[in-house]
């Protein structure tokens, strides 16, 4: 980072987080003695709850199998990067840049966001959170067979001699120590049965020393203020799964109860009371879902009810916003993380969330189904067999809602009796531009939309792609004009500081919502305001964008289309089509249309369907001046 986006950074602190990161940056340097320091353990040490996999599908079961035997044979993806080198993995090597990260120096000294010192850090560091361990450690619960267990051992004892405490880049950011802490819990549970489990855990000095050293670090440098989103929730929950399954040291009872509380604050911190995660980045909702669940199954009876308050809202949210192939929302940042993986690659994450919600906390009789391949998955067998949460007798909707008010989330979809037609699903945004000062994850796509058809993206949000190292991406993925929305001035609706800071947050209004018809205005160009109004009926989106104030100002309206939607424009009529089905898209005819796609110079015309993968689609773009209201029309077949 260059030294005036720390300046910036800075700005948009308190003056209490300003004293408590002097005090970390402090205390950083005086760490650097810590790693010889020894643990401390307890004479008597045990593994109390283990797990049992029942009602697994024969479709989970397969997935799982295949994914583990590709990690047999050293192979799998990250972030679009195919590794073939997992059998024996060199643990600070960057295969997308060919980098290696620095392995013996002091892990705060690392300039770890340096692509030119490190690497792409997200290459390095996926590995490291031993998700792949978890996943062969369930092969091994399902199957019974020793190999498995036996290269869990192996790339642990390797992990652990490679990466000792305060050295390399795997000390550096606690939501990966945190992440990692949650792994060895499950790879234990799910190690139970093998003979050499308490051998390689609580039986072992090395593995006693690295758990201690990561839990004393959580609780010595948490997320603080603006960057309490869910990092926090990531290190609370590792730390507070570790010290309950992992409670072998003097100190796990104060970690214990310092993350139970710490998660307790943060999760309700971090949740609209429509149960919407605060960072209007919906994979983060997924996210914060599955490390909240996991660490208070952990918990069991010493988590508060509010805790299980929050989850249960979070489960009804994503219910809600699921279109009908259960795909959710594609806004804000997505970086593929997830807070633990049992199952294999294959296996719908929104699914599984929705049937693990379902077993722990019943579904509702508006919840979408989940056809039963999907439901019996690894994950939601294994949460279930923890059980452990208390009756909750607080009301919950008594029907879907489409209207997540305090997100400005709004879904317009046709009538759930219409069953004979293909779901249209609409997202409006009318919400906040993120969470905290900095709002890290969001993107400046004030009054955008997606649309779907049955699942398909018709005008779709074009994703995230990448965070460090290609800033030209990283800038054109999250613009205005990388989403489906207005454009005035040829400058963003909010304005970007650098990586992960908005130093300027366009406010959004909800004007009216009704069935069929949604009207929002923003202030992103003020003294100019954007305003928008969608209606879906009988089959037929109509969006009418309108400015007030200086009228004149350069306009460009954006229509990202699907990857899978073919186009043919004429002037300022589009006609669509994807596998089975056409539409037509009447563009307002004041504006000059052109098509882009696959364009460098710079980007334009892309789609991002998980981090790292980019692909080329069409994205119409009218430029001109608002002067007149542009009214659209997306019409279906």
């Known amino acids: 980072m260059d030294p005036a986006w720390y300046l910036r950074r800075l700005s948009a602190m308190s003056p209490a987080e300003v004293a408590g990161r002097a005090t970390d940056m ?8 810590v790693a010889k320091q020894k643990a401390t353990w307890l004479s008597h040490r045990a593994f109390e709850r283990p797990a049992g996999i029942e009602d697994v599908s024969a479709e989970a079961r397969a997935e799982l199998l295949a994914t583990a035997e590709r990690l047999m044979d050293g192979h799998a993806e990250y972030f679009g990067v195919e590794r073939a080198d997992l059998v024996t993995p060199d643990w600070s090597f960057d295969p997308k840049t060919g980098r290696h990260a620095p392995a013996d120096a002091y892990s705060f000294d690392i300039a770890y966001r340096s692509e030119d010192a490190v690497g792409d850090i997200k290459q390095i560091w996926e590995p490291s959170r031993h998700q792949h361990l978890t996943v062969l450690a369930a092969a091994y619960a399902l199957t019974g067979e020793d190999r498995y267990a036996h290269r869990v051992a192996d790339h642990l004892k390797s992990w652990w001699a490679a990466n000792p405490p305060m050295r390399g880049v795997h000390w550096v950011s606690g939501i990966e120590l945190g992440i990692r802490l949650l792994s060895w819990v499950w790879v234990r549970r799910l190690l139970d049965g093998w003979t050499g489990a308490s051998g390689l855990f609580e039986d072992n000095p090395e593995a006693l020393h690295q758990i201690w050293h990561h839990q004393r670090w959580l609780a010595a440098f948490p997320s603080r203020g603006s960057s309490a989103n869910n990092h926090v929730i990531a290190e609370d929950a590792g730390q507070l799964a570790a010290a309950c399954a992992f409670d072998w040291f003097p100190e796990s009872p104060a970690w214990r109860d310092a993350a139970l509380k710490s998660l307790d604050t943060q999760l309700q911190a971090n949740t609209f009371a429509s149960g919407l995660n ?53 806004q804000g940042d997505a970086d593929d993380g997830y807070g633990l993986i049992v199952d294999g690659t294959g296996t719908s994450r929104w699914a599984s969330l929705l049937a693990t919600g379902d077993a722990l906390f019943g579904r509702q009789e508006w919840w979408p189904k989940v056809p039963d391949g999907l439901r019996n998955t690894v994950r939601t067998s294994l949460f279930a067999s923890l059980g452990g949460v208390p009756e909750l007798t607080d009301p919950r909707p008594p ?20 069953t004979a037609e293909p779901e249209i699903w609409v997202r409006c945004d009318g919400g906040p531009h993120g969470f905290l000062a900095i709002a890290a994850h969001a993107h400046a796509d004030a009054l955008a939309l997606e649309v779907r058809h049955e699942g398909v993206d018709i005008l779709a949000d074009p994703g995230t792609y990448c965070y460090h190292g290609e ?4 800038s054109y993925f999250r613009s205005t004009l990388g989403h489906n929305t207005l454009q005035l001035g040829d400058t963003d609706s909010s304005a970007s500081g650098g990586p992960f800071l908005w130093t300027r947050h366009a406010q959004t209004r909800t004007l009216a919502v009704g069935p069929v018809r949604w009207r929002a205005e923003h202030d992103g160009y003020a003294p100019a305001v954007h305003r928008r ?49 056409t539409a037509t898209l009447a563009l307002p005819p004041t504006l000059t249309w052109t098509a882009h796609r696959g364009e460098t110079s710079p980007p334009l015309g892309w789609y991002s369907a998980g981090f790292g993968r ?24």
Do not use: N
Not at 614 to 635: D, F, K, N
């Open 26 to 33: 402090l205390r950083k340097q005086q760490w650097r003695g």
């Open 278 to 330: 605060r960072e209007l980045a919906t994979e983060y909702h997924g996210l914060v879902l599955e490390l909240g669940l996991a660490a208070a199954l952990e918990a069991g009876p010493l988590v508060p009810t509010s805790t299980w308050l929050v989850l249960r809202r979070m489960c009804d949210a994503l219910a809600s916003i699921v279109d009908a192939e259960l795909r959710p929302p594609r």
């Open 399 to 418: 029907r879907r809602m489409d209207d997540l008010f305090d997100a400005g989330m709004t879904i317009l979809r046709t009538p759930a009796e219409s």
């Open 471 to 474: 800033p030209e991406w990283r």
């Open 533 to 581: 109004c969608v209606e879906l009926e009988d089959r037929t989106l109509t969006i009418l964008d309108e400015v007030d104030g200086d009228l004149m100002l350069p306009a460009k309206l954006a229509f990202h289309l699907g990857p899978l939607v073919e186009v043919t424009l004429d002037d300022s009529t589009a006609l669509l089509s994807w596998p089975g089905h």
């Open 614 to 637: 980019r692909e080329p689609s069409t994205t119409l773009i009218g430029t001109g001046t608002a002067a007149e209201p542009l009214t659209t029309t997306l019409s279906f077949q």
